[in-house]
């Protein structure tokens, strides 16, 4: 069989791109935040069991849908597999277990403000790592998603552990995106999703194994929950994602995260019934705005797309 390379990452910051990237990168927030009622149906199931079996449940889709792609034209270099290593490690293994450390010793409305502060971390820290000036536009767009999202979810208090694994979670978060920026171009969205929860299925296995807490076969309930988030937010979400991350750089796509407490917000009015209070509406609005004032100028030049190497042509 010919063997090919993923095709190079379409240059962010052109309006043939800026489109279906933000479309994408909006679908997979959407997804997130809809998530929230959906994990509270798995709060009495041991979290490392379970999340080894919600990635290997994803690994097992996207694993065949990686082979698909074709050969790459050579092995995985050794960066490559410590970036995947550690994107396993923070943005899924370590975000995971934060998050629950953190949920236990502080309100839920701390931890999603803190979490929520991840567009100004990525309107930060992605220019700088590609070695460019962060842009005002943006991190005034980023700012504006903080508020929004901060009224949006709400205020509370909570212990410093609980702030301190708040902090991380935020880190890891910054890191699931950032990690992949490098290996985009190569690997393509499909297989940096694929090894990333392959490799993930390990870290939480080995934990619950040293876990205390024996696994149980899931309840109908459960199991439900479990395939939503192994399919659509794992394998969708994820896919979603990476894509847009071919197309927008860091700091743009990170806006979106501001979708995630509205979501969560208006799915659970939905499902109770309930209405939206002034300043959930309120930070909604500043997240509206924050999104149409973010989308950067077209530029020539791509941060990340990958430049042709001579030694590996393509066939």
């Known amino acids: 069989m010919p063997t090919t390379t993923a095709p190079a990452a379409t240059p962010p910051h052109t309006a043939s791109s800026r489109l279906p990237g933000s479309l994408q990168a909006a679908a997979a ?8 009622g959906v994990t509270a149906a798995l709060s009495s199931y041991p979290l490392a069991a379970g999340q080894a ?4 449940l994803a690994a097992a889709v996207l694993l065949p849908l990686a082979r698909r792609q074709g050969r790459l034209t050579r092995r995985l270099t050794a960066r490559e597999l410590a970036l995947l290593l550690a994107l396993a490690a923070t943005g ?5 277990l934060l998050m629950v450390t953190a949920l236990r010793h502080t309100d839920p409305a701390v931890v999603g403000s803190i979490v929520g502060c991840t567009p100004l971390l990525l ?7 590609a070695r460019r000036r962060p842009a005002a536009r943006l991190l005034a767009a980023a700012a504006l998603v903080v508020v929004g999202a901060a009224l949006t979810q709400g205020f509370g208090s909570g212990d410093t552990l609980g702030l301190l694994c708040a902090t991380g979670t935020l880190l890891c978060e910054a890191a699931f995106s950032l990690l992949a920026v490098p290996l985009l171009p190569r690997l393509g969205p499909v297989r940096v999703s694929a090894y990333t929860v392959a490799l993930a299925v390990p ?4 934990t619950a194994a040293l876990s205390p807490t024996s696994p149980r076969p899931p309840t109908g309930t459960e199991l439900l929950a479990f395939l939503y988030l192994s399919l659509l937010m794992t394998c969708v ?9 071919t197309r927008l750089t860091p700091e743009h796509a990170g806006l979106f995260g ?9 799915s659970g009015a939905v499902l109770t019934a309930t209405a939206p209070t002034p300043l959930q509406l309120l930070g909604a ?11 950067p100028r077209p530029t020539k030049h791509s941060p990340t797309t990958e430049h042709p190497d001579p030694k590996h042509p393509t066939p």
């Open 29 to 36: 927030m959407t997804l997130l935040g809809c998530s929230t």
């Open 53 to 56: 079996l919600r990635y290997a």
């Open 92 to 96: 899924l293994f370590a975000f995971n």
């Open 123 to 129: 309107g930060v820290l992605g220019p700088l790592l």
């Open 203 to 206: 870290l939480f296995a080995a």
């Open 237 to 245: 979400a994820f896919l979603l994602w990476y894509s847009a991350l």
């Open 258 to 266: 501001g979708l995630i407490p509205l979501t969560a917000t208006l």
């Open 285 to 295: 609005t500043l997240v509206t705005a924050a999104l149409l004032l973010g989308p």
